[in-house]
């Protein structure tokens, strides 16, 4: 199956996602389909893999919930290299604990970390790139750069 998945022209780019090995990133492939504009936008996308949430807001009142009908085969393997990638990039890491911070539950800060992994996912298959830890994870702590008038 890897020799075969390997053949395939975005292997290379799912390869590189991190926490997606030779299996889970033939499933994403296959969940995803492979025509190239089946996805309008990284929200499509990211809606599509029921990673996005729902907010229904009435009045004063606002709830954010899951989604719920979706492809679940899908959302597993998301959710699974969500959980791989704590380990393999300092960036999601640093992400998901932000989340973590703010009060959010693990599986809700996963599903965040999912969530942004597929729009990251979306950028490299529009653009033909492989996944850049530098670019996908920018840091906040460089120094401003200004210009004296």
Not at 66 to 71: D, K, L, V, Y
Not at 83 to 101: E, I, M, Q, S
Not at 115 to 122: A, E, K, P, Y
Request: positive net charge; glycine residues 6%.
């Amino acid at each position: 199956m890897v020799a075969h998945f390997d053949r395939h022209p975005d292997a290379e780019i799912l390869r590189s996602q991190p926490g997606l090995g030779p299996v889970l990133a033939a499933r994403v492939l296959a969940e995803f389909g492979e025509h190239p504009t089946r996805f309008a936008d990284a929200r499509s996308r990211r809606n599509y893999a029921a990673t996005s949430p729902i907010t229904r807001a009435c009045g004063t009142r606002r709830v954010v919930l899951t989604r719920i009908a979706c492809n679940k085969r899908l959302r597993d393997a998301l959710y699974l290299q969500a959980f791989a990638t704590l380990k393999a990039a300092p960036g999601a890491r640093a992400y998901y604990d932000a989340h973590r911070a703010r009060g959010h539950t693990h599986h809700q800060a996963l599903r965040a970390l999912a969530n942004r992994l597929v729009g990251i996912l979306h950028g490299c298959l529009r653009h033909r790139t492989t996944y850049d830890q530098a670019t996908a994870w920018p840091t906040t702590d460089q120094p401003e750069i200004t210009t004296a008038a």
